[in-house]
């Protein structure tokens, strides 16, 4: 069964370091999202692209959130410099087109810790 | 704009215990209705939607109906199993826009 592949899962950091996150969303599917989960809440939504085109980053924190996605493949977030508050679950989700009509297929998430 | 609310947890439950889990939601539109499921340590999975008012979604004998008089997606099941436990989130998706989460809620089985 094709799954959004996802890693590391875990993660430790440091303060001011920098972090990268790397998804492999479901063959063929040419949306990808990127998600926040902090603990005891629901994702919220990071960034969206439709291939390689952001069609979405309204919530990314532009000073020092960067997400790619160059061949419309694979992604990867990265967070530099990493703040304590950063500390939370990013998930990455994955959809054969945009659209809520269309599944939500989630990758098993990387877990950061901010020391 | 949108948004979703669900109830509170933690709800703990005896097995073979009737559940619900409320959620409500504001939207500018039509929207899709979800819930999802995250079992510990893993991602997200689509337990059942519901795509228009009045459809009932199901799954694994979980069931939601859209009503848009109550703008409720309420989530029953029937008789509750320990396989069960997990957190649940309510969402909703208005075609071509982004998904937005309710906060969880968190279900323990007990047998």
């Known amino acids: 069964e094709a799954e959004v592949a996802q890693s590391p899962r875990y993660k430790i950091t440091e303060k001011s370091q920098a972090v990268a996150f790397w998804c492999d969303p479901i063959s063929g599917h040419a949306t990808l999202y990127w998600y926040r989960q902090i603990l005891g809440q629901g994702p919220e939504l990071l960034v969206q692209?439709?291939?390689?085109?952001?069609?979405?980053d309204s919530q990314l924190p532009k000073d020092r959130f960067s997400a790619e996605r160059l061949k419309g493949v694979d992604s990867t977030l990265k967070i530099q410099p990493a703040e304590l508050g950063d500390s939370a679950m990013y998930l990455c989700a994955s959809s054969s087109r945009a659209g809520g009509y269309n599944e939500q297929f989630f990758g098993p998430g990387t877990r950061l810790t901010v020391l | 704009g949108n948004s979703v609310t669900q109830m509170e947890g933690p709800v703990t439950l005896s097995e073979e215990a009737f559940l619900t889990i409320n959620c409500t939601y504001t939207?500018?539109?039509?929207?899709?209705l979800f819930w999802y499921v995250q079992y510990p340590g893993e991602g997200l999975q689509l337990l059942l939607k519901?795509?228009?008012?009045?459809d009932k979604g199901s799954n694994k004998g979980f069931e939601a109906t859209y009503r848009k008089e109550t703008t409720s997606f309420h989530l029953e099941k029937g008789s509750v199993q320990v396989s069960d436990s997990a957190v649940y989130f309510c969402a909703l998706s208005e075609a071509g826009n982004q998904f937005y989460f309710g906060t969880g809620t968190s279900l323990t089985v007990i047998p």
């Open positions: 692209f439709q291939d390689e085109s952001v069609v979405d």
């Open positions: 939207a500018t539109g039509y929207p899709s």
């Open positions: 519901a795509t228009k008012a009045d």
